[in-house]
Every structure is written in structure tokens, then in C-alpha cells.
């Protein structure tokens, strides 16, 4: 049993999906690395560098039911190395061909750090997946929503109409923002390793570079140019990603959680079935998912500076901040899988409550229409001055447009200006943008 | 199965220590959440707030052995509350006339937050044990190399000569601080928290001031002034104190890593039996421990941030914050408690190269002896500059010694100043600070 | 010119204020540093290590306004030493005589270290007298507002009755928290650094420990165990200290910003004369310092993880974290002194608005009461399901308690608990402790 | 006089570059600001929305000299606005025409938003331009060190041989994909923002999205689809980007550090002219670019939390997040500045001693060979087990190898493998990169 609350048979549910638990677990991750090592086993084969029927023995046994993991675990803690006891469990179940020849040559971190490049090309696939849904929702109620009136919010205070449309569609646009960016740093991350030592292949003489190109080939991923062993820009980027998404979740989870408060009771979440707010308070209604996708956030935020620090490594190869990234990318990734599944369910069940919207607008929606009338007259920061006085000494708008000289309910009526507008673009840019993406990538 | 691999069958023991695993798995969790309302019960029973047989009842069943975990998990899901799974999980083991008077009143934040002060004063306790058996072999290995000579080095470079004896208590003497810190700030952290719904104890009627005080005397923790459930400097400061530590730990561990190197060759970790260095390169012998206390330090400063953002708490209770403790705090304690013991085991088997810290003072550890000694007859600064110029032009100290007039070996020879007495005086502050202090705290 | 919007014409009163602008300026700053290196001649006068008239020479020169910065400047930048240029410059005033005895045989962390120690007991003492002024502040709220009920909330929901003097003893317990914290510290963080090269004293013979302890003295600084340039708990605890006071700042800025939200408007800053609040929207009046309290929290928090991360020093002198706290320790003492300030300030003027606080706490205020009215006979979880079941479905509490056979309007009137008792008891030890300790600190 | 030691005369350089000071003092950042007031008074006057003239004089006054800035300041603090004291300082020098169509129907974000992203592009032309000619001197040393060996070193221990170019390949590697980023990121980051008190452009009624879109194009920036004043991920792109790069940077800067000890002694920083390294020991040379790399690297990782925390925005504007931006870019930008420069600096000076690099590869440097030429044979679990035991005993390379009836000098002769291959494939990808790339961007 697991010493993480995250990981506890009661909460886990809200630090991580079963989706992405089981890249991670250590079943999950486990086969991920014989997956890895069947692959370089095969290279190797494919190059005669090591026998086919062991190749091919690896392969047919590269399956974690069939190790025991007592024994792993048992011999990892005895001989103090990473993947010792993975590699004298695997051959306790191996034919006497291929004991020898399975992990041939390579590293630990060509090991880990290739399974990394896959477990992230899957978390992205997974973050690109549910963030175009989130995308498809928020199009959705900016829509709907193109001219629902509502209170602007400017530290705090009503100011100017907006529309829940034009909230909406801001959020859509930072979510275009994080798939484009999914989708630049996609090769760049998804890259192998193999090296050996220090990086250099030295183990494999001539045919090292041909080996990792058939490695990494045979893993769907790219080759790269030289070892990255202590070049750790990549996860810093992995993790910098679900942070900024992870953020811009928290954002609408934090603006959902405020604009839920009764006193304003514009916005509220939809709770499950059966879902009990309060022990002690009978009436209340949390905004859970809001207010945990804030947390979510502060979390894998704070992983990010781990993985930031990590890049000034050492040497060939810095345990330093390589070892924290075993803690830090999976744990990144996880939070960010269950913001992404927690905020599309928030979403999709969202209820807007149009008549409190328009109720907060309040007496002052029009100020800045009123300021514009009268600037052209008055001039503008003159006008400014005027207003903000008569307004402080409690006049209405209506009476300083009147004094004015100004009337009409018109210029006084809630007014968006270019919100629709603004939405409309917003959408019209995403359709392009989706009509022209794949919905599974990579 | 967890999901984080430093929670894995494999890894754990890097992660954490079975100690402290222990109070913070699903089993110590819940059984200490468990003791927690049991003594609520009795308090409330010795107040005729419940009846006297429910409170036997309910202590009776206070053992997290006794709960259907699959049932309390499932009831946690369905219900989205945080510990209404585990009041039904816990219903179904009492008899029927306890099962309405357990958890009574309570908040969660009553049950977490005070759990968390016991936790807090575990890891505290182990804290105060391991740092004061770290300080002893501190202070033994000043004692003992209080006059073996090395390089003091500044920005990597060797400069004058200390003695190792003075780097380790320096050490110690930051050690020391550390225990003073915990003393002072245990009596604040390890205080209660009993208020119901918004902290105001008003489910309780006129008995809650009463009840409190029971309650916290009975859990020997302290009664507070006033409900803290957004008041969050306490965890704060756990974390805080945990992240200076195991950044001292990782000082120590990052010294060793470096003066490992083989070009220098002072220190080295002794490795365990059957512990292998490197698959690919037999001949290595990494500071592995050394290198993680690095690590582990990373980690904790990541939560620290998390606990420090979170003291900016909304209302009278605020689930942004306060969740996030949950994943941070108890990471935290854990990754420190490894450090700790770690620490302990790699101090306790450092070997120490005094040849090789002789050799490696080299010809120029004098050259701030020699600027001394030119210092009154030239002139400080003027004499700085007529040294650095020969220096750099490739002569000798003693050359240059010789050219000023003055020579005997007694110049030259390698003098760390007042390193000793300063070895002797931390020693001595740390014997009579230790004398009058407790083994074990709190 | 400043390239720093902090340092700005415009906005430095945002992010420091005067008093410590003062200390930490180039003119601040170098003369704390001749003042420093006066004491160090004095000592070593007294000692017979320097001419006498040496020292009365370099005191009588101590003074920022006699040097030529320009020169100083062009120095530093030329020699690439931090303060080898200071010294030029000051030799270029001092008589003859005394040319050569100034900064004799220190080094600079000797200087920048004293020196920190100086301004962090300054900066501890305005934190002190301002925090005090702030608990004043806050007590006075607590006991005006003892029984000003007010919805708390929970999750931004709002729950049972608070009263707004017991928020406000909730802040000043807080603070009173931080305050033992600055008196506990004190004595560790105000500790002088002499050692030369790499701390051992060898530069001053068999003399250097007595000179440290009258350098020290004459500063009214502590005389350290042991050199602690690669010991730098210190300035960690310092900047976490002022990381959690202005934490509690933009805690009480936050609900200020909140509460002051017009369908809320329970609480509201007063704005200067003068003050605009907005340019475009003539009717809108911010929450400008609460809001810009949570800003510096931001900043100092971040700073904070600089200076733990520069725990991990390596060797005698580790400039990588050193030269750090040159920027991150100013930096959070600026922006904690400008936020004690303008929290000063904001609740100095804070308007309270118990009309709409009463208005606020709405007709579910008293479901926890009637929950504890129902627990006796229904059960406290039986009760609280049918209660919470009832409610959803749109009964009033008047509704529930009537078909309960509860009635009569005191039942379901609000009720704060013991919130009154417990600002009394708040109120009660932050006297009592207020009255044993001193107004000026250290 | 500024507080910042960063902004002193003594020290600013080691914090800032000139070129990107101009960029943010006060100065620079007033007159950037007046730049974008005039280009919206022209793309106004355009439309029709105010006086030709008056533009025309706004064009023409636009400069900083004209303002009087302690008048600026002295109504900045007075109206608590953020530019409405320069508003007023600007119509001061207006003709009486132009005063009131100044800053017309703009609000603050507007200006300081679109100024950032002019403030961006200029500060990532500059990255772009000093990561290239970094790229450059990388390239050069890695074709010139192709072949050049050295022990590469893994945890610290030196393991199998790389050579010299390897290493600065793996670095030229890794600036290369920061200039891919650069590239990526460059046109979301450079996008103006107008849209007045909520960002609906609702002053400048139908006309307002025509005006955005001239405004943006005559300051050669993107329009935005939508306004973006709580969409913050641009800023923490921008600074994630700067805090890559400078880790990089840092990275080269602590190898340099670390092999610049003489115990090692394969690196060195040419020190430049009249450098002074040390006043206390003067034989010392010390890394000083190498280090403050370091420092200057987590510097602005710390800002890199703020703008991450900052993108949790609030409502239509959110000055918690955003003014704590105003300090947070800035100093990323001008850290890293700094940083770039350093290091294009000590690059281009780097001492490398190949003869050293030699030396240190040490006896043991083939010993991942050695396991190569045993493995096929006797098995490459097997031979590690026998060879790591017996170089545990003292035996040599040699020994084994002849007890294992292989020898000859190549056998045991260093060998990097297919390091050379490496370098040259990072060569070919950077020219082909670089010759489809412009020199200035963007």
C-alpha cells in the first residue's frame, strides 16, 4: 500500500485517472520498460549483435505478469542499482540463450529515459484529446452564450458588460494556444535514447549510431542527433506544458468557484448523484471540482520548478536531478490527467444562470458608454473627472447623462460592443484550426 | 498499486522511510484518524454530550483493521466528501447505538487538521532523533579530524588550508540550529483543531470552549486561542523546517558527491555489500546516497512553495489551499525522513582521505599566510597586488617569500588559523546543549 | 537609473518603502559597509593588529558621501572583484597612513554577511513594530466587531454565522504567531562573520578569535561558533520569515478584495484623497492595496525558494548561492516592508459594513443549529441526510424545524457559537503578551 | 537611486545588459509606452474617432525628454492610478487641441500589454541573436574537439572516455532547440491587446475592431482574436522560454566550474584584463562568468513560478497576477540578458586543456570496453559481475583482460566511440538549420 494519499484507495480518484495510473504504476511502468528492452533486443538481433533466438526468447517473455516482483524489489534494495534487480528478475524467468543478452549494452537511462519519451508521447495524446473536448465545450458556450449579458470584472469589481460568450471564448483561445503548443513540442519530445556509459555507443563499436536509429524506430520515436543524457530541456518542457494547462484549468476553475458564490449565483457546477456537500452544513453546494482544479494546479506548478533545476546538470549523467524526475514528471503528469478529466466534467455540466448575470450587471454597466458619450464634447479625461465625482457623490448615471444634455435609453442600455464579434472570431479561428487537425495525435 | 514510483514495491526505500510510511499509508492514516474521534467521543461522553456507551462503543471499534476499505473508498467516490465514506464504512462495524454519535459535530478539517498535529509531532520527534544522531557523528568526526588538513575551497578553487574537522562542524553546527528550531517551533505546531462548520463550535452550544480543551488535552496536543482552519502558517512552518533540513543534508550530501571525485579523492561514501556501481562500467563507485540527498532536498522545497501559497486561504475554510496540503505535507514528511536516514547512513560510514586532502593543498595554500605576513611592511592591498602579479607570472611562494626577506618553513607551512578552536568551541556548545536536552522529543 | 519598474520614479512606493529603501540603497548599503569595516580597524586597533591612528583615520572617512561612486563603479567593473573597487575608492580619500589598513586581511563575505546581519535586524525591527501596529489594529476589529455577525464561508460558500471580530482575531492570532517567530529567530539571524579566506582567521595569527568577538561586539552583533559563509540557513530564515508575514498580509488583502466585491460588500478599503480608480469606468473603486498585498506575496514567496535552494553550498564559499541572496534578500525585505506598510494603512482605514454582513448571512445560516437540534433524537447523520435531502428539494429551515416539532424563533436565529469567547481569548493572551514585551525590537 | 544592488552602479552590469536596460528604465519603458499612445492616436485619427491635428501633435510630443518626470511620478502616487500621472504629465506638454484625445478610451493593460510585446520581441531578438553566435563558438569548439578525449563522467565519477566536442555538441544541441522555440513561440508571444475597460472595445462602438487591427499593425504586431488581459500563459511562455535558456546557460557555466578545478583542471575562464581574483588569497582565480551563470539561472526560475501562479487570472483583469508580471518579466528579461551576454563572454575565451583531459581519463577508462569484448563470450551480466569484482580487488584492466586471453593495446587503448559521429550530425543539423535561418529575428 502506497504511503501517497494521492495514490490512497480512497482519493486517488482526484490526483490522477486509471488512464494514465496505468502508464505509471509500477506494472505500467514496468512493461514499459520490457517493452523498451524487446525493442533494443530486436535492433540488436536485426544487426547480429546479439543471437535472434534470444531476441526473439526476450521478446516472447517481455511481459511483467511473469516476473516476480518481490524478487525485483528485493534485489533492487540489495544491490543499490536502478534496474539490477529488474534485469536478474526478468532472467530468473528467461531461457539460459538469452539471459545474457537481454539489457545488452545499454544504460539506465536509456532505459528510462526512452520510456519516458513514450510515456509522454501518450500523456499529450491524452492532454491533446481532452483539451480539444474542453475546447468543443467551450465553443460550444461561447455560442450559446454569444450575447448573454453579464458583469465585466476588473479587481474584483463590476465594471463594463461582457458576455458569458465572450468569457467562454477567452478560454477557448488560451486552450488553442496549449494544443498548438502540444503540437510544436511534440518531436521534440518524443525522442529516443540509447548510448550506454556516458552516451557514446562505445559498448556497440561501429554499429552504434545504425542500432539506436533501429531503436528508436521500432518505438515510433525520433532519433536524436547526440545523447541528452544531461541535456534535460525536454521534460522541462514536458512539464511546463501540463503546468500552463494545468493553470489555464485552474483559471476557469477559480473563476467558476467565484462567480458560484450565492451573493453572486451566476455560474455553478453540477454535482453528481448522491454527492453530499457538507456533514455539518446540510445546505451547501461545493464548488468542488472548481476549487480542486485550482489546488491540481499548485502542484504540478510546483513540480515544474524540479524539473527547471534539473537542467543544470552535471556530467555525463547527474543523479541529481535526473532521479528527481522520476518523482517529478509522472507526478505532472498525473495531476494534469485528472485537471483535464475533472475540468471537461465540470464543463460539460456547467449550469449559467443568465437572469443573475444580468441582475449584477448594475447601475454602473454603462459608465464607460456614458464616458465615451461624452468625450467627444467634453473632452475625455475631463470628462472622466466630472463623472467620477458626481458618480462618488451618489448621482445616477441617468442624472449626469441628463445633466448633459445626453438621453435616451439607449445609451444607458447594457452593451457588450465588440464581444460577439470577438467570439465569433474566436470560434471561427478554432473551426479552421480543428477542421484541419487530427482528433488523435500523435 | 500506487502510481508513483516513490511509492513503488521497487523504489519506496528511496523515498521514505517504513517509520514514517507507516503513519502516513492508508492504514496509519485512517487508524489515526480513528484515535482522533474516539478521543472526540470520549471527550464528548465525559461532557454528556453523547452517551458514555457510544463512546466506549466507538472506542471499541477504533481500528482501521475493522473497516471494509473497499466499502469506505466506494462511499468516498459516490458521496465526492472527503470522509463521509469512511463515517458509513465505520457505521457499519458499530453497534446501533454508536452509530449515530460518532464523528459528531465534527468538521473534516477538525479530523485532518488535528491528525496532521499528530503526524507533525512524529515526524518532528523522528526529526529530533535522527538530527541529533546526525550532530553526534558530526561532532566525533571534528573531534576527530579537528587538526587533519585540507583545502578550504571558494568558488571550487582551493585556497587556504582549513582542516576537515572544521568542515564537519560547520556542519554540526548548523545541525544544531536546526534541533534549536524545532524546539521552539513545536509547542506551535502541535495544537488542535475542533470548531464544526466555520470553526465557531456552535453545534456544540455553550459546552464547546469545554469540549475543545478535553478534546486537545486528551490527544496531548494544544488547545488553540481560536479555530485556525484558514489560518495556514503552521503547516507552513512543518514544511518550512523539514525543506532547511534536508537542504543541510543535501550540503552535506553535495560535499561528499563532490570532494568523491576521484581527481580529489578526500571523501567517499562506503558502499553496502553487494551494491553495484554501474552495468556498463564495472570500475565505477558513485555516491549514490550522497547524490539523492541532493534529490530529496529538490522535492521538499517544491512542497514548500505549495504550503506557503497556501496561507493565502479564502473564507473560513479554503479547499484550494488545504487539499494541496494534503498531497504536499505528508510528501514532505516523507522525502525528509528518508533524507534523514540516509544521511545518518552515509555519515556514519564516511571514509575520510587525510593523504589526499594533504596532497591536494598545494603549493599556493600559503599564499594568504604570506600576504600576512608582507601585509604590515608593504602594505596590505599593495602586497596583494605585488603577490597576485608574481603568482600569476609563474613564481613560487616561496620565491616570492625569499625575495621579500623572509623564509623559514614555519611561513609556509599549511596553517588553518583558528580552525581547531573553532572545532572545539561548536563542540563544546553543542555538548552542553545536548546535556540539558532530552533524547527524545517531544 | 534604475532598470528596475520597482525602483521606478513612478512605483518604487509600491514595492519598498522609504525607511528601507534607505538601508538597502547604493548610499545605504556602502555606508553600512564602511561602518562595518570601521568597527572591524576599531577591533583590530584595540588589538594592536593596525596602527590606532589607522582606525581613527578610516572612522573618520567612514562616509559614503565622501567617495567617489563613479570611481568605486568603474573599479569594480574593471577588477571584476565585488568590492576591491570600494576599497580603491576609499583609499583615495583616506590619508596615507591608513591607505593600507583598511579591510584588513576580511574578505568579502566577512563585510556582506556582517553587513546582512545589520540590515536584517533592521528589517526585523520594522517587522516587529509593524506587525504590532497591525495586531493593534486587528484587536481593536476583534473587539468592536465581536458579535458583528457575518456569514462565514467555507469553499466560498457562505455556512453557518461567524461574527466579524472573530476573522478579525483569527488575522491577529496569526500575526501574534508571526511575532514569536521574528523574537525566537532574532538572536540566530543577528550573528557577525569574520574569517578571512576561507574563515579560519589565519590571516590574524593567534589573535583572530578575539578580534571576531570584538568586531562583533562593537557592532552589537552575536559572535558566531564557526564561520558560516557556506552556512546559510540564516538568510533563509529570514526570507521565510518575511515569506510568511506577507503570506498573512495577502491573506487579509484577499478577503478584503472579496468582501469588498459590491454583492457582497462586507468590508471595503478607503481610498485616498485623490485616489482614481478607474480611468475608463468613472464608477469603479478597487481594491488597490488589497490586491497589490497578495502581488508582494507573490514576489517575496518566490525569493524565498532562491535562498533555500542556496542552502546547498559547496566548499567555503559557494558564490552561486551567495551572489543570490544579494538580489533575493533586499528584494523580499523591500517587498515585506511595503506590505506591512500598506496593510497598515488598509486596515487602518477598513470600512466595515455590518448591515450587509447581517444581509449576507442568509436564510440557510442556521442549518448547522438545526442539524444539532435534530441530532439528540433523529440522529446526527440520519438527521443530516434528511435534512440536506429536504433542503435540496426547496424547504426552508422554518419548514424542516416545524415538521420536526422544533420551533420558536431562537432555534433558528444566527448564532455565532463560541466565535465571542474565542476573540476574547485571542484578545486575552496577545495582551498579556504585548505587555511583556517591548515596542522597539531588537 | 534605486534599492536593487541588481540596478546599482556598482553592480547593474552583473544583472542587466545595457542594450536591454535602455529597453526597461524608466525611460525606455516610458518612451516605449508614448510609442504605442501615438500609434493609437493615429490608427484613431485614421478612423475618424479623433482629430487628425491631434494625433499629429500626440506623434510629435511623444518623447520622453519632453516629460517632466517628477510630475509624472508625484501624480502617479497621488491618484494611486498606474498611468494616469503620466497622462497628466503628457497633456501638460500637449497642445490644447490634443490633451483630451491622449490615451483615448484605452486602459492600462492595453498600453502595458502591447508595450510588453514589444518589449518581448525586442528582448527575444536579442536571445535569438546571442544564442546563435553562442551556437556558433559551441559549433566551433565542437569540430575543433571532435576527437579531443576526456573522461566523461557520470554522478560525478569518471566513467568511459567522450571527447571535448561531444560535450560542447550536447550543449549546441540544446541551444539549438531553444532557437527552434524561440521560432515557435515567437508569433503567439508578439500580439498587441486594445480593448479598453473589460476588453469589449465597447468605447470605440462598431468601429472598435478596425481600430484594434490598425493599432496592432503600425506597431507590427499580431491582433489578437479576442482580448487577452486575464489570458496571462503569454507572459509565462515568455519567461519559461528566458528560464530554459539562462538553465542552459547555467548548465555550461557549472561544468565549466566544475572542471575548472585544478584538481582537475580541463577547463578555464580566460580571466580578463586588471581582473582581480581573490583580495585575501592571491594566487586564486576563480570561474567567475562560470558561476554567476548559476546564479543568475535560478534568479529568473524563481520569477518563472510568479507568471505560471499569475495565469490563475480573476474576472475580466486581475492585478494580483498581473502587476506581480511588471516585476516578474522584466527581471527574467534583463537575468537572462545578462546571462547571454556572460556566457557568449566566456565562451568565447574558454581555455580548454586537452592534455589535462588526458590525464584524467584514468586507468579505468576502458573498462566499459573491456565488458564489450567479454560480454559475447561470457555473457554480459556475467563478465560485469566478475570484472566489477575484480577491480574491486585491485586488479587492473590489463590483468583482466590478460587472465581473459584477450589484449593488445587498442583493445585497452580510450575509445569515445561513435561520439565523433555525434558531433558531426549535431554540425550538419545546426548548419542546415542555420543557413535557412534569418541573423535578426523576428
Redesign the interface.
Known sequence: ????????????????TDE??RV????G?IQGWLDVLAALAQAQAELGIIPEEAAKAIAGSSSVELLD??V??EE????????????RGW?AVLPDEA???V??????QDLTDTWSALAARKVLGVAWRDLRAIEEILLSLAKAHRDTLMA???????????TFG??A??WA??VR??V??LR?AGP?LFGGQLG??????????SG??ELRRRFCGLLGLET????????R?RP??LV?LL??VT??L??VG??V??L?????GELAET??R???????????????IA??L??L???V??????V??????????????W??E???V??AC?LAGAALDLAKRMLAGLEVHPEAMRR?L?A?AA???L??AL?PS?????A?DV??RA?AAGES?DEVAFAAGLNGLDLLAP?????G???D??VR?ARAARASESEVWP
Do not use: C
Not at 536524436?224 to 541535456?231: Q, R
Not at 448522491?274 to 468542488?288: A, F, L, Q, W
Open positions: 500500500m502506497g504511503a501517497r494519499l494521492t495514490d490512497s484507495a480512497l482519493y486517488a480518484h482526484l490526483w490522477g494514465l495510473r505509471f504504476d509500477e506494472a511502468r516482483l518481490e525485483v524489489a533492487t534494495r540489495r544491490t543499490g542499482h536502478s534496474t539490477l534487480g529488474l534485469i532472467q539471459r545474457e543478452w539489457y545488452y549494452g545499454a544504460t539506465v465585466g470584472r476588473t479587481h474584483g469589481q463590476p465594471g463594463s458588460p461582457i465572450y468569457k471564448a477567452g483561445d488560451e494556444r496549449h498548438d503548443r510544436e521534440r550506454g556509459g556516458v552516451g557514446t555507443l562505445a559498448f556497440f563499436g552504434g549510431i536524436p542527433a547526440i545523447s541528452w543524457t544531461s541535456s530541456d522541462a518542457e511546463h503546468a500552463m493553470a489555464t485552474a483559471r477559480n473563476e468557484y467565484q458560484s458564490r450565492p451573493e453572486i454535482p453528481g448522491g454527492v453530499v456537500g457538507s456533514i455539518t452544513m446540510p445546505h451547501k453546494r461545493n464548488p468542488e476549487e480542486h485550482v489546488t494546479s499548485r502542484l506548478r510546483a513540480q515544474q520548478g524540479v527547471l533545476e534539473g537542467m543544470v546538470a552535471e556530467g555525463e549523467r547527474d543523479g541529481r536531478g532521479k528527481a522520476w518523482a517529478a509522472p507526478e498525473l449584477n448594475g454602473m459608465s464607460e458608454k464616458l465615451a468625450a467634453k473632452g475625455k479625461h475631463a472622466q463623472l467620477q458618480l448615471l452593451d457588450a460592443g465588440a464581444a464579434r470577438m467570439v472570431e474566436v479561428r
